[in-house]
């Protein structure tokens, strides 16, 4: 067995980039280390801006690379009952109260010491795209491996055992992601530096001049809902029979930059699907759009029933503002931060041949899947 390792490399890793919402947002992203016949990663929920040495699970990185290795069911609910009880059976004894990363298959298949899987919003205007693939050939050629959309979890993890090769420097996941790998955290920062080099080359000039001025932005304001949220608020009270103690939090916006997204159903269509997992998990796989302030409460009812009982996350009332909906102030920061990030991809998107949603297999999947679930409700 191997010494334990302080983790204040991927501990700096995770700070660095984790409170950066052009790179990650909530409980978005993870990362592992390798050391011997163990490996540390991030435990589900856990978001990577705070996260401390607690917040990882040692596992069993033998035990990990057996359980990709070895045959599932074909019935999805079965194979993901079953890739759940092996997972929780590789952690090391002491870390039983603790959920590792849905992505831990992952980082166990991956060869490196080091494995860092982001959501940066630059590379997601690629990854999001409908030609990205032939973009990411063009700008990387070999060096990255492109994994079209596949389930996450043991699904993605048994692709990337049939698929990684060793000349593979990163990976681009269709609607979805980053990774990035190495033996040292210099390794992974100058990989991320060369990919956003190239990705910002191939921008036209308006858009390498948008991503620099998001750069700079500044933190949200402290939230204070007005008397057009708070009509919202009492809807969901009266609707979903809760207390006012537990109403949500509502805010709105009506900012110049998603003006055009409240003003125009065309402008909005390009952000009414979902992207990636997180914006699914989050912020909701469907937005809604209201055409007249006096209907919301309508919309909101009809949009309640389609949808089994749920509610939107993201509201846009035409010449109103866009609604952002969340349990507590901490979840309507994450809506409201992936709502920019589904804008910001938009845009991007444009550059490589326009926006490509998850497939509706894909997004039933993570809708349903429990294992979202759970990071959902602890982040």
Partial sequence: MSTTPDLSEILLLSHTYGKNPLWIIGG??????????????????????????DGFVEMNLEALQAMVRRQYPEDSAARENLAKEMLLSCRLPGEDQKRPSVETGMHAVIPHRIVFHTHPTLINGL????????????????????????????????????????????????????????KTP?????????????????????????????????????IQPG????????????????????APIVFRDTSPFFKPYFTSI?????????????????????????????????????????????MPGVIAVKDVGIFFVGQNEK??????????????????????????????????????WEVEQFRKKVT
């Fill in 331 to 368: 979840k309507a920061r994450i809506i409201y931060l992936l709502a920019r990030d589904m804008v910001r991809i938009s845009l991007l998107a444009k550059a490589f041949g326009g926006v490509q949603f998850m497939p509706e297999e894909q997004t039933e999947f993570i809708r349903h």
């Fill in 127 to 182: 990854t999001c795209s409908r030609d990205g693939k032939a973009w990411a050939e063009k700008l990387f050629g070999d060096t990255i491996l492109w994994v079209p959309v596949v389930n996450p979890g043991i699904v993605l993890s048994r692709y990337l055992l049939d698929h990684f090769k060793n000349y593979h420097r990163a990976i681009f996941l269709q609607n979805h992601g980053l990774v990035v790998y190495g």
């Fill in 227 to 246: 008397d057009t949220e708070k009509v919202v608020t009492a809807f969901y009270v009266a609707e979903k029979g809760v207390p006012q103690t537990e």
């Fill in 28 to 53: 978005g992203g993870n990362i592992s280390l390798k050391q011997g016949d163990r490996m540390w990663i991030k435990a589900s929920g856990m978001t990577l801006e705070e996260i401390q040495r």
């Fill in 266 to 310: 065309e402008a909005f269509s390009s952000i009414d699907g979902p992207f990636t997992p997180d914006h699914v998990v989050y912020a909701g796989h469907a937005l809604l759009w209201v055409d007249q302030m006096n209907r919301l409460q309508e919309a909101l009812r009809t949009y309640r029933i389609k949808q089994g009982g749920q």
């Fill in 186 to 222: 210099e390794e992974i920062e100058s990989f991320h530096r060369t990919i956003e080099g190239r990705l910002l080359d191939a921008l036209p000039k308006n858009l390498r001049s948008l991503y620099e001025e998001w750069k700079q932005e500044q933190p949200l304001a402290a």
